[in-house]
């Protein structure tokens, strides 16, 4: 691994930053106590949430800087690279909780943590704090760092995992309340998102490359696939594979009209590679078959 800064465990990752280690699974790191540092890509094996002032020379995505007010968090699953490396120094700031994973095995969060899909965006779509949800979030983050100063018993896993769930269950509050405060941006992606598949299917792409998926649509509109399912899952109701399969059958519907051309090459046409294949989603959707579709009208 070339030119990255690898973090195994959270004690690494506590003396990089001048920390000290209180539990060996999780701590709240004071990124503060940080000697400057020079440029450097950082990966993480262990989930990451960088909370307030953050550097954007440790939060660099692609090529783009970006700069977060205080009150930003800013979510890693393990495996994440983040940070690009270069020649000038900077003084790390602000919170960040970290978290391994072997700390959630037996616990009903270790069940559900793959349903924060925030983990998965990409830095650009961090969450953006009112005070009011600053002030919970330093509540969870108090609690939990109060349990790591406590001797470690019989109580503390338990105390310290619900703490997070906890803590993750707000963030997943405030990103809902952030998809529904950023309702005009979100329209504007949605419609990009209807251009984008009017485009689709006028082109050749459906002969090329297939039908449109939904990571294909997300790197067109430069989301992570992940924050695109859950922003059009909001704004919608549907699920953007719904969106795109509800594409598909309005788009065919008008298609079958041109009695010129054989079931089988519209099928091609929308990308299907197989005409059964298309056959049964018509029918799935419509209840009926593209054939007796084409008879009805």
């Known amino acids: 691994m070339d030119g990255i800064l690898n973090f195994s465990t959270i004690r690494e990752y506590n003396v990089f930053n001048n920390n000290e280690t209180l539990h060996p699974l999780v701590n709240v790191v004071n990124l503060n106590k940080a000697a400057p540092r020079k440029l450097k890509r950082l990966r993480y094996e262990f989930y990451t949430v960088f909370f307030k002032q953050i550097y954007c020379g440790d939060l660099r995505y692609g090529l783009n800087n970006y700069d977060y007010e205080e009150g930003t968090l800013i979510f890693l699953a393990p495996g994440q690279v983040i940070g690009e490396n270069g020649e000038d120094y900077y003084q790390p700031q602000g919170i960040a909780l970290v978290f391994?994973?072997?700390?959630?095995?037996?616990?009903?969060?270790?069940?559900?943590i793959d349903d924060y899909h925030f983990f998965s965006y990409a830095v650009n779509e961090a969450l953006h704090l009112s005070e009011q949800e600053r002030k919970i979030i330093l509540d969870c983050i108090a609690k939990i760092e109060y349990e790591l100063q406590h001797a470690?018993?019989?109580?503390?896993?338990?105390?310290?995992?619900?703490?997070?769930?906890?803590?993750?269950n707000y963030c997943t509050r405030f990103y809902d309340r952030q998809f529904i405060t950023r309702e005009n941006i979100n329209k504007g992606i949605l419609e990009r998102f209807e251009n984008l598949l009017n485009s689709y299917f006028s082109s050749d792409k459906p002969f090329s490359i297939g039908l449109?998926?939904?990571?294909?649509?997300?790197?067109?509109?430069?989301l992570s696939a992940n924050y695109f399912g859950d922003l059009v899952k909001k704004e919608t109701g549907v699920s953007p594979q719904e969106y795109i399969q509800s594409k598909i059958i309005n788009t065919a519907k008008n298609r079958i009209f041109d009695t010129g051309k054989s079931i089988s090459e519209i099928a091609y046409e929308l990308g299907f590679k197989y005409p059964q294949h298309f056959t049964r989603l018509f029918k799935q959707k419509t209840g009926i078959t593209p054939v007796e579709y084409r008879n009805l009208n």
């Open 100 to 112: 391994h994973p072997d700390l959630l095995l037996g616990t009903s969060l270790g069940k559900s």
């Open 152 to 168: 470690i018993d019989k109580h503390s896993k338990q105390l310290i995992v619900n703490n997070i769930e906890l803590f993750l």
């Open 212 to 222: 449109p998926s939904v990571a294909y649509c997300a790197e067109e509109l430069n």
